[in-house]
């Protein structure tokens, strides 16, 4: 898989950048963009206002055509998504109320900042959490879960279909979340619909990775446990400013005992708003999951620059869970309240 970040972006003095706030984050959100179908929302302070997204009543219409990839290692269950090269050859024939679509084709490229936040592809990170949580047998039966900047969703599908409680994806992009995230949750509620039924192994994935080129899904009516599955799940787009405010002005406060997030600090401007939902949200025993890059290159972000905005901000400890040498150096972590003494 090819990785690049083709933008460009005046990095910021370490100075500058602590001295950031939320409102400072928010210079960098997009313009208004508008098709004649739907109006993305921009509230008065330039800020992408966060939208929820429902499932639409005919949830066949979003695997339509889809070709989908399994992801599978060891005891995790298949998780199954939408084939990342077919969509790539189509994306661009595609209508969205962002124009996402047809601009990342245009220019090649994997990232518009402020535009597109690069959720429209399964990064490498991704898998290495995967890995991590695979290896250490995380439980996440009963629990609320947030997949921070969810991209394709890889990492709630996983909490879903071992037995989250709640699931709440959220995305920069309401393309991303209605295009991407929404079917790859349906195509592992229909691999549920499907276990008993399908005998021809169509869909399998086997333990060195990720098998192409799988058929799609049998069409199936909708019943009771994709519809059981389904309802545990809350899918937002929108910056995070915008948001964590959506979340805080719920009754009771949604507080997540797991917040899981991949490939998301490679932009220094973004970490006040990242650090604000850990701090909001973030249930006072639970925990945040992050997986990332050491540095990203031409961008000025990565793991040591936002472990030292961490620490000065003196709310969360951060344990280092597993490195990942080959290539870019990656890294996955593990953020936790500080106790008072500590």
Same mark, same amino acid.
């Given at each position: 898989?090819?990785?690049?970040?083709?933008?460009?972006?005046?990095?910021?003095?370490? =100075?500058?950048?602590?001295?950031?706030?939320?409102?400072?984050?928010?210079?960098?959100?997009?313009?208004?963009?508008?098709?004649?179908?739907?109006?993305? +929302?921009?509230?008065?302070?330039?800020?992408?206002?966060?939208?929820? %997204?429902?499932?639409?009543?005919?949830?066949?219409?979003?695997?339509?055509?889809?070709?989908?990839?399994?992801?599978?290692?060891?005891?995790?269950?298949?998780?199954? #998504?939408?084939?990342?090269?077919?969509?790539?050859?189509?994306?661009?024939?595609?209508?969205?109320?962002?124009?996402?679509?047809? +601009?990342?084709? /245009?220019?090649?490229?994997?990232?518009?900042?402020?535009? #597109?936040?690069?959720?429209?592809?399964?990064? =490498?990170?991704?898998?290495?959490?995967?890995? %991590?949580?695979? /290896?250490?047998?995380?439980?996440?039966?009963?629990?609320?879960?947030?997949?921070?900047?969810?991209?394709? !969703?890889?990492?709630?599908?996983?909490?879903?279909?071992?037995?989250?409680?709640?699931?709440?994806?959220?995305? #920069?992009?309401?393309?991303?979340?209605? $295009?991407?995230?929404?079917? &790859? @949750?349906?195509?592992?509620?229909?691999?549920?619909?499907?276990?008993?039924?399908?005998?021809?192994?169509?869909?399998? !994935?086997?333990?060195?990775?990720?098998?192409?080129?799988?058929?799609?899904?049998?069409?199936?009516?909708? !019943?009771?446990? $994709?519809?059981? *599955?389904?309802?545990?799940? $809350?899918?937002?787009?929108?910056?995070?400013?915008?948001?964590?405010?959506?979340?805080?002005?719920?009754?009771?406060?949604?507080? #997540?005992?797991?917040?899981?997030?991949? =490939?998301?600090?490679? &932009?220094?401007?973004?970490?006040?708003?990242? %650090?604000? @939902?850990?701090? *909001?949200?973030?249930?006072?025993?639970?925990?945040?999951?992050?997986?990332?890059?050491?540095?990203?290159?031409? @961008?000025?972000?990565?793991?040591?620059?936002?472990?030292?905005?961490?620490?000065?901000?003196?709310?969360? *400890?951060?344990?280092?869970?597993?490195?990942?040498?080959?290539?870019?150096?990656?890294?996955?972590?593990?953020?936790?309240?500080? *106790?008072?003494?500590?």
């Amino acid at each position: 898989m090819a990785f690049s970040f083709n933008f460009d972006l005046q990095i910021k003095t370490d =100075e500058a950048i602590h001295k950031d706030s939320i409102q400072k984050d928010q210079d960098h959100e997009p313009k208004p963009i508008v098709t004649n179908d739907t109006k993305e +929302k921009i509230n008065s302070d330039g800020v992408k206002e966060a939208k929820e %997204h429902s499932p639409p009543p005919d949830c066949q219409s979003l695997l339509e055509d889809a070709v989908r990839e399994t992801f599978t290692l060891g005891t995790l269950p298949p998780i199954h #998504y939408l084939n990342e090269s077919v969509f790539e050859q189509t994306m661009s024939e595609l209508l969205d109320s962002e124009d996402i679509l047809s +601009k990342t084709a /245009a220019q090649n490229t994997d990232l518009i900042s402020g535009v #597109y936040e690069g959720g429209l592809k399964v990064w =490498e990170c991704t898998y290495d959490l995967l890995e %991590h949580l695979e /290896a250490e047998g995380e439980a996440f039966s009963g629990k609320r879960v947030l997949d921070l900047g969810c991209g394709a !969703g890889l990492l709630g599908i996983l909490a879903l279909k071992r037995g989250a409680r709640e699931v709440h994806f959220q995305d #920069y992009n309401s393309t991303v979340i209605e $295009r991407v995230t929404l079917p &790859n @949750v349906l195509l592992n509620c229909e691999d549920d619909d499907d276990d008993d039924d399908d005998d021809d192994g169509a869909g399998e !994935g086997d333990e060195e990775g990720v098998k192409y080129g799988c058929p799609p899904p049998k069409r199936r009516a909708p !019943g009771p446990p $994709r519809d059981t *599955k389904l309802a545990k799940c $809350r899918f937002f787009s929108g910056s995070w400013t915008s948001f964590l405010t959506e979340m805080l002005s719920n009754d009771p406060l949604p507080k #997540y005992d797991l917040i899981m997030t991949s =490939e998301t600090i490679y &932009n220094e401007a973004y970490y006040p708003a990242l %650090h604000e @939902v850990f701090r *909001k949200l973030l249930d006072q025993g639970g925990l945040v999951y992050l997986a990332t890059k050491a540095h990203y290159f031409g @961008v000025g972000g990565g793991l040591y620059l936002f472990q030292n905005f961490v620490e000065q901000r003196d709310v969360f *400890k951060m344990k280092c869970l597993k490195n990942v040498e080959q290539g870019l150096q990656r890294h996955v972590v593990a953020l936790s309240f500080k *106790k008072p003494d500590q």
